[in-house]
DNA sequence: AGAGAATTCCAAAGCGCTTTGGCTATTTTG
DNA sequence: CAAAATAGCCAAAGCGCTTTGGAATTCTCT
């Protein structure tokens, strides 16, 4: 059923079913109500293809998928999509990944926008100076980014999270136990997100005349293995710290385990507390020592990126307002006053 | 650029440079050479909106993405992405993310179909007796299971791991070891892949005269936390097994807890194998105890899908082929004799 | 009553591609 | 050498929708 066959069954014409559809103002509401109810009984839907050619619209959201054998994706990412998916569907709109070469993304955003295959996208894990940013801001295509860049030198739509107030609470409150040696295990420090912790824990310890020691800072892939290889390295030295701040859930499990088999006990000896993202799948209430976290469900920040990416897309959100999710940090046991 | 400029400037006629572009025959070499070379100078690309209106191909694989408050997505699925992605980047092809609410995912899946969204689409995590693959058999669009339905009663394409033989092998090789009471803590058995593995540990019981017992048997969401729950309620049964055979890794963390919460030791008072997926996060050499696993990419298998997919596309394969991967049993210390 | 405004509808022109059917040279064949 | 086949190209007709630019009708107001 099309376009034509309806218009003619009703006897009107492809113009006026076309406008009744679609709300325009100047038919009558007697034929809309015609045209409505005659579509909806025969399942008529309009092509998206010949929509698309004609409007330029395509009802979908776009990602450009950075890939390569050498390139793993994130799980975060299947957490964010959920949220991405709950709203996207209830919304009628389709996600497309496009996959790129991780070291050239960019021709794969070119072709997009250029191709018009989405209405808008969005960007994670961006870096300080990210060029995808600058990049489909000239482009010109609606975006937000999942995160935030740093001197850059325009301003542009963003949902973050308070990475640096978290890493900031979570350090202070060690200090306050008395820990005086923090160490931080972190992601990809390429990565904002990575340098707002550090500078976090960073003024956390300088408010109490205390400094991060080079030596105490970590900054990996976040897998169980780093984590691991991390916290060993850190507490086979000299002057181990006494307490880690973690920048994920899975290095975490390392962390513990590092721990255990140097017969170190947390939070006997060492306190930590790292982040958790909200896994429906690993809940740090469950480590063998409950752990405490800064909390921030990234389901939520998916959702609230695709709702936000529709009203840019209809034209209800505009300009470069950037929008920072504060995080809980929450106290479980993984935390205690600093060793003798 | 489009192809009514890029033919003017040529002096040829649309339909020429179209077939000369799209590699049909009659059109004479010397031309085609100089429409490609000329379509490569100025960077011509076809507008893909038009052309799928024209042809109804769209050069997208689709999934529906099962959503909904209460739905997690599987983190399995970001590895099978990876995977997929490798290959579809080479390939030009996009995949689109369809989400669907998960009780009602035939509505969306008609509509992909009948508004020719995509070119083929992939099934995952299929039930026994599907309906999602019965639904888009009869709906015409080609496909591929990533894993297998039961009891239809027709053929369908699909790649699957060989999981009762995997299991098999597991629980086989426990047996040997003097084991007589194993356990089996499975996935959600309404899936196909579960109902697999536990008929392997069936029959690998069943070949020693021994058999499952329905208490030593758990069926749930993959999570640590699940994982632990069960742990504990097999342990502290009277007749608690010896051995458990685990469907994910990610449950097997919190097998490793529970089984240290209890007081005993992996492998003194219990062996344990599971399956692993292959996460770059998480890789069982790395567990406190080393983890005995069956062990199959899951991202390979991401990869494989989309190049069979391309390939039914361009009807390079046809017909109702299954493949299976048969699963390699790599054993590490968790798993010793029978205690006492 | 008649001009002007508003309402309601339509024909036709795109959007940019593929494909059908046909037309002219050139080559091959009996 | 005429007839038939082939090579190489083109004009035009879709694909199914939106949107422009009227046209016809009805309403409003002096």
């Given at each position: 059923?099309?376009l034509?066959?309806?218009?003619?069954m009703?006897?009107?014409?492809?113009t006026?079913?076309?406008?009744?559809?679609n709300?325009?103002?100047e038919?009558?509401?007697?034929?809309?109500?015609?045209?409505?109810?005659?579509?909806?009984?025969?399942?008529?839907?309009?092509?998206?293809?010949?929509?698309?050619?004609?409007?330029?619209?395509s009802?979908?959201?776009?990602?450009v998928?950075p890939t390569?054998?050498?390139?793993?994706?994130?799980?975060?990412?299947?957490?964010f999509?959920?949220?991405?998916?709950?709203?996207?569907?209830?919304?009628?709109?389709?996600?497309?990944?496009s996959?790129?070469?991780?070291?050239d993304?960019?021709?794969?955003y070119?072709?997009?926008v250029?191709?018009?295959q989405?209405d808008?996208v969005?960007?994670?894990s961006?870096?300080?100076?990210?060029?995808?940013i600058?990049?489909?801001n000239?482009l010109?295509i609606?975006?937000?980014?999942?995160?935030?860049?740093?001197?850059?030198?325009?301003?542009?739509?963003?949902l973050?999270?308070d990475?640096?107030?978290?890493?900031?609470e979570?350090?202070?409150?060690?200090?306050q136990?008395?820990?005086?040696?923090?160490?931080?295990?972190?992601?990809?420090?390429?990565?904002?997100f990575?340098?707002?912790?550090?500078r976090?824990?960073?003024r956390?310890?300088?408010?109490?005349?205390?400094?991060?020691?080079?030596r105490?800072?970590?900054s990996?892939?976040?897998?169980?293995?780093?984590?691991?290889?991390?916290?060993?390295?850190?507490?086979?030295q000299?002057?181990a710290?006494t307490?880690i701040?973690?920048?994920?859930?899975?290095?975490?499990?390392?962390?513990?385990?590092?721990?255990?088999?140097l017969?170190?006990?947390?939070?006997?000896?060492?306190s930590?507390i790292?982040?958790d993202?909200?896994f429906?799948w690993l809940?740090?209430e469950?480590?063998?020592?409950?752990?405490?976290?800064?909390?921030?469900s990234?389901?939520?920040?998916?959702a609230?990126?695709?709702?936000?990416?529709?009203?840019?897309?209809?034209?209800?959100e505009?300009?470069?307002?950037?929008e920072?999710?504060?995080?809980?940090?929450?106290?479980?046991?993984?935390?205690?006053?600093?060793?003798?």
């Amino acid at each position: 059923m099309n376009l034509k066959q309806l218009s003619h069954m009703l006897a009107l014409s492809q113009t006026t079913v076309s406008r009744a559809l679609n709300g325009y103002p100047e038919v009558n509401e007697e034929t809309r109500r015609r045209v409505v109810d005659a579509a909806k009984r025969h399942g008529y839907r309009p092509n998206p293809s010949a929509r698309r050619l004609a409007t330029g619209k395509s009802g979908m959201i776009g990602y450009v998928l950075p890939t390569g054998s050498a390139v793993d994706i994130d799980p975060h990412f299947v957490e964010f999509l959920s949220g991405l998916g709950d709203y996207a569907r209830s919304h009628d709109l389709d996600l497309v990944l496009s996959p790129a070469d991780a070291d050239d993304q960019e021709t794969t955003y070119r072709r997009i926008v250029a191709n018009r295959q989405v209405d808008a996208v969005y960007i994670s894990s961006p870096k300080p100076r990210d060029r995808r940013i600058a990049l489909v801001n000239a482009l010109g295509i609606p975006f937000i980014v999942h995160g935030r860049g740093e001197n850059l030198d325009f301003d542009y739509p963003y949902l973050d999270i308070d990475n640096e107030g978290a890493f900031h609470e979570a350090a202070r409150l060690l200090v306050q136990l008395g820990h005086r040696r923090l160490a931080l295990i972190n992601g990809d420090n390429r990565e904002t997100f990575a340098i707002h912790r550090e500078r976090g824990v960073r003024r956390a310890l300088a408010a109490s005349g205390l400094t991060l020691d080079e030596r105490h800072i970590c900054s990996v892939a976040m897998t169980e293995e780093n984590g691991y290889r991390a916290t060993r390295r850190l507490l086979e030295q000299d002057d181990a710290p006494t307490a880690i701040a973690c920048s994920s859930l899975i290095m975490a499990l390392g962390v513990v385990r590092a721990v255990r088999d140097l017969g170190r006990a947390i939070p006997g000896d060492v306190s930590l507390i790292a982040h958790d993202d909200v896994f429906p799948w690993l809940r740090p209430e469950n480590f063998s020592v409950p752990l405490s976290t800064t909390r921030s469900s990234i389901r939520l920040a998916g959702a609230r990126i695709a709702e936000r990416l529709a009203a840019r897309i209809s034209g209800l959100e505009e300009g470069a307002r950037g929008e920072v999710w504060p995080v809980d940090l929450v106290v479980r046991g993984s935390v205690a006053g600093a060793p003798g």
